[in-house]
């Protein structure tokens, strides 16, 4: 049986990962129950939750909702959220889907910059500074990989930060989406998990 990783601080509830994109009907929703789902399948305690920049309560496209379907993962009673400071005020790791969305949290909320990356960035950085050390807490990890960093890097847009939006494309480019997602959460998962336990399929 896969041991349990616990990324929380100590006697607290489990962290809790939000996930930012335009409108909250496909790439952050999407990211939302992929994240999930690779978190669950490392043992790992945390939660997942989403946002966007527009109207609330709209729900998720439906090729949003089909390609999760063909994942085994249900969308259809998705709503989206509209990103406050209170949303942000509640996540220990924000992952945006791109640097736009970025901004937008960090204008939101100027303090949350350091616990704030895109999710292509929250990668690459990790790969590059390597895994979460046993026993290193949450916050320790993100300011190791967020050292030198600052809010002047992330201007602009960039496919090296950036998730392609789907909406309005085919149903192709949703199942294109969904695998880059599911490829980055994956491996986001095994850097957030410290390297004393096993991670992923």
Same mark, same amino acid.
């Given at each position: 049986?896969?041991?349990?990783?616990?990324?929380?601080?100590?006697?607290?509830?489990?962290?809790?990962?939000?996930?930012?994109?335009?409108?909250?009907?496909?790439?952050?929703?999407?990211? #939302? !129950?992929?994240? $999930?789902?690779?978190?669950?399948?490392?043992?790992?305690? /945390? &939660?997942?939750? @989403?946002?966007? +920049?527009?109207?609330?309560?709209?729900?998720?496209?439906?090729?949003?909702?089909?390609?999760?379907?063909?994942?085994?993962?249900?969308?259809?009673?998705?709503?989206?959220?509209?990103?406050?400071?209170?949303?942000?005020?509640?996540?220990?790791?924000?992952?945006?889907?791109?640097?736009?969305?970025?901004?937008?949290?960090?204008?939101?909320?100027?303090?949350?910059f350091h616990r704030?990356?895109?999710?292509? #960035? !929250?990668?690459? $950085?990790?790969?590059?500074?390597?895994?979460?050390?046993? /026993? &290193?807490?949450? @916050?320790?990890? +993100?300011?190791?990989?967020?050292?030198?960093?600052?809010?002047?890097?992330?201007?602009?847009?960039?496919?090296?930060?950036?998730?392609?939006?789907?909406?309005?494309?085919?149903?192709?480019?949703?199942?294109?989406?969904?695998?880059?997602?599911?490829?980055?959460?994956?491996r986001a998962v095994?850097?957030?998990?410290?390297?004393?336990?096993?991670?992923?399929?």
């Amino acid at each position: 049986m896969r041991p349990e990783c616990d990324l929380r601080p100590r006697s607290v509830s489990p962290v809790h990962v939000l996930l930012v994109c335009t409108a909250n009907q496909c790439r952050s929703p999407m990211a #939302e !129950l992929l994240l $999930r789902e690779r978190l669950r399948e490392g043992g790992i305690l /945390a &939660e997942t939750s @989403s946002c966007g +920049l527009l109207e609330p309560d709209i729900p998720a496209t439906a090729e949003a909702i089909e390609t999760m379907a063909g994942r085994g993962l249900d969308l259809s009673g998705h709503r989206s959220r509209r990103l406050d400071r209170r949303t942000v005020a509640g996540a220990d790791l924000i992952l945006a889907m791109a640097r736009e969305h970025l901004r937008e949290v960090v204008v939101t909320a100027p303090d949350a910059f350091h616990r704030t990356f895109t999710l292509k #960035e !929250l990668v690459r $950085r990790g790969e590059a500074a390597g895994p979460r050390l046993p /026993a &290193e807490e949450l @916050s320790t990890y +993100l300011a190791r990989l967020g050292f030198g960093r600052r809010p002047a890097d992330l201007l602009g847009g960039s496919g090296e930060d950036d998730v392609a939006d789907p909406i309005g494309l085919p149903a192709e480019a949703y199942r294109a989406t969904a695998e880059e997602l599911d490829d980055l959460c994956k491996r986001a998962v095994a850097l957030l998990a410290d390297s004393g336990t096993v991670v992923g399929s």
